[in-house]
């Protein structure tokens, strides 16, 4: 990708007047700044640092950064809020307090307090036995949806909050704003990343 | 851009006057306003101007709080146009609200509208095929519904007309079931398409697979810059890319001097006078103040939405047409038509691993209608046919939900692995005109400006069952034989109105008895109105119609043209 080259093409292009939102941000540095605390708009304490925990088992930091640098799990505590409607919210606590339950009665912790193993475990067997999410067709899921269940809906909303992310979105993902043109068949070395968008 | 006619009183009168902006009302206006006519567009919504009013165009997910998803209130404003699954943070000030503009499900139909200036010209599909004869002879044919006035012969030059104006990139291929257009260079298709294009003509040998046919440019054309591959169509384009009246018929439009714009201006009726037989004008609610007003021309263009039109038409009575303007044939409303939609298959491609793409296309593969072309391909379960649209992709991230496994290796794993090639087509088939499957105005539920509402009662009917039964069994075959693995048949049994590509309810004939408008779209008993988008189809083929109703529009155009210059309208 250049980015450089994609700036100064859009600009020629359109003007000023397009020089807004993304194309403003690719001008400014991205910096991480490291999170101390949150305070959630919906979850409990218990209950955002179940979903921490959860973000941090599953999209842990590595040579890229982790869910919880991205404040992976401060988004999912914004689509509670705002995206859920009352039921869904309901049955997001129920569900919570489940998944919590079955770490008791089994390690007698909750799930933040669990080692790794002992997540891996868990989280192994939630997801065994979880329907998968069916095909798309143009965003939109074809044929009857089975329930996923806690877990794998879960994983799916922390994958959109990791890669909908700034800092994955433009510096870890392949981000190419303004490709200007559709070459069908590249070979994956030349590409190296998955694309961002 | 243009003059907008805001102080409404000073200007009343008019050469023409053309109902909605969108595909079909853009291209009446440009066409008209290039012939000298002083032209008044009316549109319901609010001004859209090109590039300056695309405020989300290139928004990133991060840039917003919910990452381009809806809350609830948003859902609530589009609680009906919602349901086809395309309305974002992004694109949601390009779909009407529906609390404002209610209509009654008599049977469950999905209406998506568009008010803006432009309309759904903004956040249309841009897929663009011509109707073949076999589809003009379709009625008289098989027997269903009546026959249209007009055939292929008749509308191909207005083809040619609009597609060198409006640039449709394609691949020509001289089948007779799908004419070529008149082509900017063809997309890409990509390496599993390829193949699986192979497979399938070889599988099949009376098949095609072909890359899409869309309003994109591929090349500059009449100063308007090429696509990008950004796929971020339905905020608008910045750099012009796709058609929109926005962007091409509009601006065209305005640069004669002739036009005049107003947005804010809802159509409550067209005023018939008794006394020359003709229209006189149309009676207007402007839509911020409530206060009604009446504009006058020599003719009138109806191009509000099929639906919308027939709405209009319905509502303007008079002693002449107690039923609806041009209503004699009792026709006007019935006649509801779309494409059935979301029923076909998907399934992985195993291979090309090391194979990727660039650039995010706005556009897939079609599959050209191969059934009741001839004797050789007739089928005795149904008549008519339909086409799919499909194309093949890498998940990327959004494959990850239905992995198991979590932690730095299944991380790292989803930024460089962009997952299993996934193939996909999906079918549209055509829907026979019914004359039970109508809209009715409704003045027991008002909208907010107290005009009648629409209430929708139609369905599909068992030649629509027996095409998508068949859609379903071609589609499972052709991916199993196309070396597809997992392949996964769906039907989401979607209502009408999904294929967002109603048509009808005002048709086209030869005979006044049977039909609403004539063989250059004007109301049989009232000349001067001319009605040229989805609302005139007689038939509705199974390839996407905007293409059809911008070529209807030029020829009716030409025609209102030449008959005012001779002195009969």
Aim: hydrophobic share 35%; proline share 5%.
């Amino acid at each position: 990708m250049n980015r450089r080259e994609a700036i100064k093409n859009t600009a020629l292009l359109g003007g000023a007047s397009i020089l807004t939102g993304s194309l403003f941000s690719i001008l400014q540095s991205c910096k991480s700044e490291p999170r101390l605390s949150w305070k959630p708009s919906f979850l409990t304490a218990d209950q955002a640092q179940l979903i921490s925990a959860m973000v941090d088992t599953i999209l842990p930091k590595t040579v890229t950064p982790g869910g919880l640098d991205v404040k992976v799990d401060i988004f999912m505590d914004t689509v509670f809020a705002k995206l859920y409607n009352a039921e869904g919210q309901k049955a997001l606590v129920a569900d919570m307090d489940g998944f919590n339950e079955k770490c008791r009665s089994k390690f007698s912790k909750p799930f933040h307090e669990l080692d790794k193993e002992q997540r891996t475990e868990i989280l192994k067997a939630e997801e065994a036995g979880s329907p998968k999410y069916n095909g798309k067709v143009w965003g939109t899921a074809v044929g009857e949806q089975k329930p996923v269940g806690f877990c794998r809906s879960m994983k799916s909303l922390m994958l959109w909050g990791y890669f909908s992310s700034e800092e994955v979105g433009m510096k870890v993902l392949n981000y190419d704003p303004v490709p200007g043109d559709y070459l069908g068949c590249v070979p994956m070395a030349e590409v190296g990343r998955v694309w961002s968008l | 851009m243009p003059n907008f006619n805001i102080d409404a009183k000073k200007d009343m009168t008019y050469d023409a006057i053309v109902i909605g902006s969108g595909m079909s009302g853009g291209w009446a206006a440009k066409e008209l306003c290039e012939a000298g006519l002083k032209t008044l567009v009316l549109e319901r919504g609010r001004m859209v101007e090109h590039i300056k009013d695309y405020p989300t165009a290139n928004n990133e997910s991060w840039d917003l709080e919910l990452r381009g998803a809806i809350g609830p209130e948003d859902q609530k404003k589009h609680y009906k146009a919602g349901r086809a699954g395309f309305i974002g943070e992004n694109n949601k000030h390009f779909y009407a609200n529906d609390q404002e503009a209610p209509y009654t499900e008599v049977k469950p139909f999905l209406w998506v509208r568009a008010h803006q200036m432009g309309g759904r010209s903004l956040i249309w599909g841009k897929q663009t095929y011509r109707w073949s004869e076999l589809d003009f002879e379709a009625n008289a044919k098989d027997g269903h519904g009546i026959d249209w006035p007009i055939r292929y012969k008749d509308l191909a030059p207005w083809y040619t007309h609009v597609e060198k104006y409006a640039g449709i990139s394609g691949e020509a291929l001289g089948l007779p079931q799908l004419p070529d257009s008149h082509f900017l260079p063809p997309m890409e298709l990509n390496c599993v398409e390829k193949e699986v294009k192979q497979r399938l003509e070889k599988e099949f040998p009376d098949r095609n697979l072909i890359i899409g046919r869309v309003a994109h440019l591929t090349v500059e054309h009449n100063g308007r810059g090429k696509c990008q591959f950004r796929n971020r169509c339905d905020r608008g384009c910045p750099f012009g890319a796709y058609f929109s009246s926005n962007a091409v018929t509009l601006p065209a439009a305005n640069a004669t001097g002739n036009l005049t714009m107003r947005p804010f201006s809802i159509v409550d009726s067209i005023v018939y006078d008794e006394k020359t037989g003709r229209a006189s004008g149309v009676k207007v609610i402007d839509s911020e103040t409530g206060e009604m007003q009446e504009y006058l021309a020599k003719i009138i263009f109806c191009n509000a939405s099929t639906l919308s039109t027939t709405r209009i038409l319905l509502n303007s009575t008079s002693s002449r047409f107690p039923n609806g303007l041009g209503n004699d044939s009792g026709e006007l409303g019935h006649n509801l038509m779309d494409h059935t939609y979301r029923v076909g298959a998907i399934g992985n491609y195993d291979g090309f691993e090391d194979m990727y793409y660039k650039g995010r296309r706005p556009n897939g593969i079609y599959i050209p209608r191969y059934w009741n072309i001839d004797a050789k391909t007739k089928s005795d379960k149904f008549v008519r046919g339909f086409g799919f649209q499909g194309g093949a992709y890498r998940p990327g991230w959004g494959a990850g939900a239905n992995m198991d496994g979590f932690g730095e290796e299944f991380k790292d794993n989803l930024i460089t692995n962009p997952g299993p090639w996934e193939f996909f087509i999906t079918g549209f088939a055509e829907c026979l005109p019914y004359h039970e499957n109508k809209v009715s105005l409704d003045k027991q539920n008002l909208d907010k400006w107290g005009q009648p509402t629409l209430a929708i009662d139609a369905e599909w009917k068992a030649n629509e069952l027996a095409l998508n039964k068949q859609i379903q069994e071609d589609a499972l075959e052709m991916l199993e034989k196309c070396g597809l693995k997992n392949i996964v048949g769906f039907d989401n049994k979607h209502e009408m109105g999904y294929g967002i590509h109603e048509m009808g309810t005002a048709r086209m004939g030869r005979d006044p008895k049977t039909s609403v408008l004539n063989a250059t779209n004007q109301v049989h008993a009232c000349k001067n109105v001319f009605v040229s988008d989805g609302a005139c189809m007689t038939s509705n083929s199974c390839v996407n119609p905007s293409l059809t109703y911008m070529a209807l529009t030029a020829r009716a155009a030409s025609h209102a043209i030449s008959e005012l210059k001779k002195g009969n309208l």
